[in-house]
């Protein structure tokens, strides 16, 4: 077949295929098809089976002339015809020349200068002296000779530290006592006995976690921004900050971060270390369907469980006087505190005013009075002074938090919250430490440092993250064994306040809560919380049905769906990831715990504007004292 044969069998292919394609007096530009919905007039109703057979036709051809060609096939080379090797496809490589073979790619320069230096020049071999056997070599010599030229494999790593374990080819070798060994390997010790776990002391037990400790801070750097006085009451004094004679502690403390898996052991070089642990007060036993946050307390709130320590439990420790962190005894370890404390002295009479603010929003003030010959003498504990006032959790199905309240909150906390949250989404820059609980925290601040510019008369601070805490509590839901369920196995939670509505700047905090995206596969679900979860609502789907509470206090509707909320639309975060925005169907949530708070201002909620070192008569504030509210 001649080249003119081909081209003209190549013309008639081409031909056939346009003839294939229908004309149109339109030209051949695709329109989707657009069905209408309800009553339509002539000309808008469905097109007919051969129009979008048409258009299939015509989208199909205008996709055809983008296709890429098929990539050329690489043939058989001639060498492996000669080794007998069968080609693939004989008829095509018979009659289609040989491709050039592709010449390598040269080797690859080194920079001048790198690398060991060239070996010296060879003689040529006409030029070498001949090998004369030597009358003394043996075959068997010149073998091991030869074997000594040939590279042979680097010699086993020998440790530059001698271990004290016996090593585990001294079990295979015969039982010999510790002279002979020495005499075999005098640069080797006698391996000492090995001392079981159980049998270390509390001294190597400090060690040994210390030097675990500098092992993973060596590796896993992580930054904790605000470490709460928990954490710094249980640090060495090496530390610590120094002392001040007013010192002021961080108000606000993010959720701790775990830097290591070790349990906390007492420093042997403080005073409490051999004392027992100090005295705190039973919790209560959880009541049915109670949600796992705020922890349990042994009173109606935590602030007033604190004042019956402060107040009637004996100190076993002058606890008050370390002015590096003079966190009480029964508040170390809670994460859902805010904590500040000032110190002074006049003469020899020292004093101590704290206050706390819980994540139940309650608070307790208390004011410490002891002489400094009482701390030489060691018996500070039991000559200090205490009094103690606290401001009990406000009450949301009360009076005062109407409908009108709730939403005068959002529109002045809510949209600014949101805002924060959707910039952040979109600049795609993880927000503070790049946790969950910092879009929310960091939001809250923004929103407190704008207020500061409005002038003290007119700002009204919003109540900042206090551990799982981001304003007054909207709605709880359980979807755990412990949570209630209707006649139709829905999910039933609590709504709480005169506002039947979630809003764009409320607060989700779910905890360990499976659950699906909204247009998820079937089948497919997420697990929020390990254990906890922060995220910001920026968007809400109608609900199904509001709430059922009545016009006048309480504003309680203790049997609403979960379901019944709908869908809503968040923004999170996670560690290593920038906020990203999603929608879950909280009807499909199957497990877990799920508040909603509602961003409201510290004045509203906790009846002051500012956690302050400071007695809370002396600011105006109203507190209580322990009996007064019949608690």
Not at 22 to 34: A, M
Not at 270 to 277: F, H, I, N, V
Not at 450 to 469: M, W
Not at 525 to 536: E, I, K, R
Request: glycine content about 6%.
């Amino acid at each position: 077949m001649n080249f003119a044969e081909l081209r003209r069998r190549a013309e008639e292919a081409a031909n056939s295929a346009r003839n294939a394609v229908p004309s149109s007096s339109k030209g051949s530009r695709y329109e989707p098809v657009r069905p209408t919905l309800g009553p339509a007039k002539s000309a808008e109703r469905y097109p007919s089976q051969a129009e979008r057979t048409r258009q299939s036709t015509v989208l199909n051809w205008e996709q055809s002339k983008h296709v890429a060609p098929a990539p050329p096939r690489r043939l058989p080379s001639a060498s492996s015809h000669a080794q007998g090797g069968a080609p693939a496809e004989t008829a095509v490589a018979a009659s289609t020349p040989a491709l050039p073979a592709r010449a390598p790619p040269p080797p690859a320069r080194k920079p001048a200068g790198l690398g060991p230096p060239a070996p010296p020049p060879r003689k040529p071999s006409h030029l070498a002296a001949p090998r004369t056997p030597s009358p003394l070599a043996s075959p068997a010599l010149e073998h091991e000779a030869d074997a000594l030229q040939r590279p042979t494999p680097a010699p086993p790593y020998r440790y530059a530290v001698e271990h004290d374990l016996p090593s585990p080819a001294s079990s295979v070798l015969p039982r010999e006592n510790a002279s002979q060994r020495n005499s075999l390997d005098p640069t080797r010790s006698a391996a000492p006995a090995f001392k079981r776990f159980s049998e270390y002391t509390d001294q190597d037990k400090n060690d040994l976690f210390a030097v675990l400790d500098s092992f993973f801070d060596s590796r896993f750097d992580v930054v904790v921004v605000g470490k709460p006085a928990s954490e710094e009451a249980l640090e060495p004094p090496s530390r610590r900050q120094q002392a001040h004679s007013a010192p002021y502690l961080p108000p606000a403390s993010p959720p701790p971060v775990a830097r290591s898996t070790r349990p906390r052991l007492a420093d042997p070089s403080s005073s409490s270390a051999s004392t027992p642990q100090p005295y705190a007060p039973t919790p209560k036993p959880r009541e049915l369907h109670a949600p796992s946050y705020p922890p349990p307390s042994s009173h109606s709130s935590a602030a007033l469980s604190l004042l019956h320590y402060l107040l009637h439990a004996p100190f076993s420790t002058a606890w008050f006087a370390d002015l590096s962190s003079p966190l009480p005894p029964s508040l170390v370890g809670r994460s859902d505190v805010r904590f500040t404390a000032s110190f002074s002295q006049r003469g020899t009479h020292k004093a101590l005013v704290g206050c706390a603010l819980f994540g139940d929003a309650s608070t307790a003030w208390w004011r410490l009075s002891w002489d400094a010959a009482s701390e030489q003498r060691g018996t500070a504990h039991v000559d200090v002074a205490r009094q103690a006032r606290y401001r009990p959790a406000p009450d949301l199905a009360g009076q005062e938090w109407t409908a009108e309240r709730l939403y005068a909150a959002s529109e002045r906390y809510g949209v600014r919250v949101a805002r924060f949250a959707e910039e952040a989404r979109e600049r795609g820059v993880p927000v503070a430490r790049g946790e969950c609980w910092d879009v929310a925290s960091e939001a809250l601040k923004a929103v407190e440092a704008d207020e500061a510019t409005r002038g003290p008369r007119a700002a009204r601070r919003p109540l900042v993250s206090v551990g799982r805490t981001h304003g007054a509590l909207l709605y709880y839901a359980n979807a755990g064994a412990e949570g209630k369920r209707d006649a139709d196995g829905r999910v039933v939670g609590t709504w709480k306040g005169g506002d039947v509505y979630v809003r764009p700047g409320d607060v989700v905090e779910w905890r360990q809560v499976r659950i699906s995206e909204v247009g998820a596969r079937q089948g497919a679900y997420m697990m929020l919380g390990d254990p906890d979860h922060t995220a910001v609502v920026t968007s809400v789907s109608p609900p199904h049905a509001t709430p059922s509470i009545a016009s006048s206090a309480p504003y309680v509707d203790a049997a609403y769906p979960l379901a019944s909320l709908n869908a809503i639309t968040v923004v999170e975060q996670s560690l290593g990831y920038a906020p990203t925005s999603r929608t879950y169907d909280l009807g499909s949530m199957s497990a877990g715990e799920l508040w909603i708070y509602r961003p409201c201002g510290m004045q509203e909620l906790c009846g002051y504007e500012e956690v302050s070192p400071q007695w809370p008569e002396e600011q105006g504030v109203q507190c209580w004292s322990i009996g007064e509210l019949g608690d």
